[in-house]
């Protein structure tokens, strides 16, 4: 499948901050902590998924990953994560939504509406570019 199954150990680094996760993971099973220096941010559990922001976007973590408990992730490569956009442009939307959503966690600076939805239209032209999908609008 295009999905590679990875397990981490309790207290497993995962990613580091600074670095850049080149593949979607997606959280299986255990928990994962998002960390700022050795501050938590916030907690990943099962259905979560990281490392998008390298993939889509080509950028670095802003957040070391740390396994809480034992952890299963499906890492999934970015031909796959193309091919699997190139089906299903809504996911590219959904994909971009959620880098936003992301890029205000940990920044206690309440990110005005607009500013958010122009960065999610940013990010989505990042995503697309990379990918090279353009909505076919045809099927509408």
Sequence with gaps: GVAR??????GGEIGREGTTIGSLMIVRAGIVIM???DDEIARLAPGDFFGEEGLLAGRKEKHGLQALTRVTVFEIDQTAVASLLRERSELAEDLALHLANRDAIGENSGVP?????RRRLDLLDAI?????????????
């Design 35 to 37: 960390k700022k220096g």
């Design 128 to 140: 697309r570019s990379i990918f090279r999908i353009h909505r076919d609008y045809s099927k509408l």
């Design 5 to 10: 199954k990875r397990v981490f150990g309790v």
């Design 113 to 117: 509406t607009i500013q958010q939805e």
